[in-house]
């Protein structure tokens, strides 16, 4: 948030998980990156063409700044479905946060999201949920 006068500057994020189809062969990862990022270009022509229409009534809109995609099932991240209703979570048991994400744990050998946790699991105890 950046303070101008009295003016406050607010970023709205807003979140979209697609799964892109499996490719075989050589160059397996680049097609699935050219797939999502025209899935990508296809939602920011939507959204910039509906825009108008929902932010013209909103005075002092400053528009779209920025996109980016994530592969959120990569080996590396701290990543995982839940084990109960499969959405997408990560860790915050493990290092590596994915802010974009929203949180759980493993217990046992399943990972759960806070929905799913037991209520008297330590995540409860702190301001996440």
């Not at 998980?17 to 062969?25: A, H, R, S, T, Y």
């Amino acid at each position: 948030m950046v303070q101008k006068g009295n003016k406050r500057t607010y970023m709205l994020k807003f979140r979209y998980l697609i799964e892109v189809p499996e490719n075989e062969g050589i160059g397996a990862d680049a097609r699935r990156m050219q797939y999502a990022q025209q899935i990508a270009k296809q939602i920011r022509t939507d959204i910039d063409t509906n825009l108008e229409s929902v932010l013209g009534r909103i005075p002092n809109h400053l528009g779209w700044q920025s996109s980016n995609i994530t592969v959120i099932d990569g080996e590396y991240l701290n990543s995982g479905r839940c084990a109960v209703c499969g959405m997408w979570v990560t860790d915050v048991d493990k290092p590596g946060l994915l802010d974009d994400l929203k949180r759980g744990a493993t217990v046992g050998q399943r990972l759960l999201c806070w929905e799913h946790l037991p209520r008297d699991h330590w995540f409860f105890a702190n301001e996440y949920t």
